[in-house]
């Protein structure tokens, strides 16, 4: 059992849409994947306002790490690999080994 906490992604239900509590506030995510080039992206909405579209997930790059804006998630979203073994985000080691791992910013 993994001892951190973190987004889980259904792969099998891409493209799809769900909603999860980050901090104390609610957003929507929605997830796709690119399978010509092997990638993820997501968009994430709060109170019904489209925040991102066509976030990347890139390996060991907080989400939205250039946006400073208080209507983003408290918790960092850093998509990581707690071995240390991967280098990038892949459809094979999604919810694997590489994990959307939710980090406070007093971690």
């Not at 239900?13 to 994947?33: D, K, N, Q, S, T």
């Not at 939205?64 to 209507?71: G, L, P, S, T, V």
């Not at 990581?80 to 985000?89: A, I, N, P, Q």
Request: no cysteine; aromatic share 14%; hydrophobic share 40%.
């Amino acid at each position: 059992m993994l001892e951190f906490e973190y987004i889980e992604i259904e792969k099998a239900l891409i493209p799809y849409r769900f909603e999860v509590e980050l901090g104390a506030e609610l957003f929507l995510i929605e997830i796709r994947y690119n399978e010509l080039h092997d990638y993820f992206s997501l968009d994430l909405q709060k109170d019904g306002e489209v925040l991102v579209y066509g976030e990347k997930l890139i390996y060991a790059m907080p989400l939205f790490n250039e946006i400073f804006d208080h209507r983003y998630p408290a918790p960092t979203i850093i998509p990581l690999d707690e071995s240390g073994k991967e280098t990038r985000v892949t459809y094979e080691n999604l919810n694997k080994t590489v994990f959307l791992k939710l980090v406070n910013s007093y971690e």
